[in-house]
């Protein structure tokens, strides 16, 4: 018997590199370098893919969309999460609320959590309301700190259809 709601967790790091767009949450944000990945390396919708699959013990976003299958490379993830979301809701699911913290040192994200958010709920059906985004710095400490790379957190509550 499935319970009426479902939590999930999901964690996601990339490395930046030279030469790629960077997309965060759906959307490209200016910056000098991009995230190294099969698919566009959305770190944001990469985590909250695990978090939902892993609400209903469904395995994770490699398991799905294998980075061995050329038919990702490159892949927008905005459509995995489309996917994601279209099984979640198969399984007789939807999202309740989605919150993430995005970890990096720059760029300041602040002037586009906003058009995340939004770009979040129109590819999850949802209203906004239920979509949290947050970004902090790691304080100059670790990889994320030497702008190395980034890390994403995302806790998902999947409600009973």
């Not at 990469?46 to 395995?59: K, V």
């Not at 398991?63 to 038919?71: A, E, G, S």
């Not at 949290?132 to 710095?137: I, L, N, P, Q």
């Amino acid at each position: 018997m499935k319970n009426d709601y479902r939590i999930g967790f999901g964690y996601d790091v990339h490395q930046f590199i030279e030469n790629r767009k960077f997309m965060l949450g759906g959307i490209e944000i200016p910056f000098e370098r991009g995230l190294k990945g099969h698919s566009d390396a959305d770190a944001l919708l990469h985590s909250i893919c695990d978090a939902m699959l892993g609400a209903l013990a469904l395995g994770d976003i490699g398991k799905h969309f294998p980075d061995t299958d050329p038919k990702y490379k490159g892949i927008a993830s905005s459509i995995l999460l489309s996917e994601v979301n279209k099984l979640v809701e198969s399984e007789g699911y939807k999202l309740g609320n989605l919150d993430s913290t995005i970890v990096l040192q720059r760029p300041k994200l602040a002037p586009h959590i906003e058009s995340i958010r939004k770009m979040i709920a129109s590819i999850l059906y949802c209203n906004i309301e239920q979509i949290s985004v947050k970004a902090t710095t790691s304080e100059w400490m670790g990889f994320v700190g030497e702008e190395k790379g980034i890390k994403v957190i995302s806790t998902v509550i999947m409600v009973k259809k």
